[in-house]
């Protein structure tokens, strides 16, 4: 259990602020292999062009890192020829880790105010996850005899055991709510698409204000995203595009919009279990309002065309469909923000936007609203 939590935490945690004076990283791992008294030991990301940020040598165990970081992120130390990794936050502060050869990801690792963070949220996890017995209800998952109930009892216990992570990460981030840790938890737990542009202004200002974040490239892609979300605010013209649909015929959204009071843009694919899970309410929504002026317009994500082609057959989704095959690198799909699936946009005849990412639970009253 421990294991799996310092992995987890490493990949998908935080990050501490800068302090502008770099890192340095002091390592001493015990063991007989034959490596640790002279091999060869990696500091690595997860950029899969480029994932050596540096090198150095093992001398009977001890090794060490220095340098500077801009972005403070999970890094990764590898000793060549010895399994496992050792995760490490990255930032620009004093860091030991203290290893055995044997267990390398659960290596004691200290030093810097975002690893001290996550350390804290570990231990956390960690008895959490002896609290609820995670590895037990893991195991009733695995299991392909578990009845429905067994599944249905042991997602309720999960589910609390997630609430009760989040509030140990939400009680950890309020003590610094403008801290790499707090800004890299937006990022990587996509957090950011479900904010407002208000949020994501008020978000982006309080980073910006402070010196040692000039340059990070989590709060450029948060201030991008901003941007691109400003940019299709209500009261925007609709963004115009032209995807082929199944039969390779282009269909131009500026050219289909007018045939409608209300054109709903489904940004879903074959392959997305809750857009197929949503897809027999959205049939039902569209018979019942179709007749009242309201289109719809499928942009998928998909890059099969056979399973594309498939899934509007199976679903009985009789609109116009669109696409241009290329997964989430979808050019509609990038012009849209579009980071999660099912998401739409409602434009009116004009292709003004009145409406995005509504709710299924609200889809129907937002019909009733703009349909008048």
Request: a negative charge; one cysteine or more.
């Amino acid at each position: 259990m421990k294991k799996f939590l310092i992995i987890c935490a490493a990949a998908a945690l935080a990050a501490s602020c800068g302090s502008g004076n770099g890192y340095t990283i002091k390592g001493t791992v015990t063991g007989d292999s034959d490596q640790l008294v002279s091999g060869t030991v990696y500091l690595m990301n997860n950029d899969s062009k480029n994932p050596i940020r540096d090198t150095a040598e093992v001398i009977n165990g001890k090794f060490t890192f220095a340098g500077t970081v801009q972005t403070p992120e999970p890094y990764f130390i590898r000793i060549e020829g010895i399994t496992g990794f050792v995760p490490i936050f990255l930032e620009n502060a004093q860091v030991t880790v203290n290893g055995v050869d044997t267990l390398l990801a659960e290596a004691e690792v200290t030093g810097g105010p975002t690893q001290t963070k996550i350390n804290r949220y570990n231990a956390a996890v960690e008895a959490l996850g002896e609290k609820y017995a995670v590895e037990d209800l893991m195991k009733i998952l695995r299991n392909a005899e578990a009845s429905e109930e067994e599944r249905d009892s042991v997602m309720e216990v999960y589910g609390k055991f997630q609430e009760e992570m989040e509030a140990a990460k939400d009680a950890i981030v309020a003590e610094d709510p403008v801290s790499d840790f707090a800004l890299y938890f937006i990022i990587q737990g996509d957090e950011y698409y479900y904010m407002d542009v208000d949020t994501l202004t008020q978000i982006v200002e309080a980073y910006s204000a402070i010196p040692a974040f000039e340059g990070n490239k989590f709060l450029g892609m948060l201030d991008e995203f901003r941007q691109k979300e400003q940019a299709l605010s209500v009261g925007a013209k609709a963004p115009d595009f032209t995807l082929n649909d199944p039969d390779g015929k282009p269909v131009t959204l500026s050219e289909f919009y007018p045939k409608g009071k209300v054109t709903m843009i489904d940004f879903w694919a074959s392959w997305c279990g809750p857009c197929r899970a949503f897809n027999p309410t959205l049939v039902e929504i569209y018979n019942k309002y179709h007749k009242l002026g309201f289109e719809i317009i499928g942009v998928s994500l998909d890059r099969d065309h056979e399973s594309w082609v498939k899934g509007i057959e199976d679903d009985k989704l009789t609109w116009t469909h669109v696409s241009d095959l290329k997964f989430w690198q979808s050019e509609a799909a990038k012009l849209y923000n579009v980071s999660f699936i099912p998401q739409n946009t409602f434009v009116d005849a004009e292709g003004n936007i009145i409406g995005r990412k509504v709710s299924e639970e609200d889809l129907e009253s937002f019909l009733e609203e703009h349909l008048k």
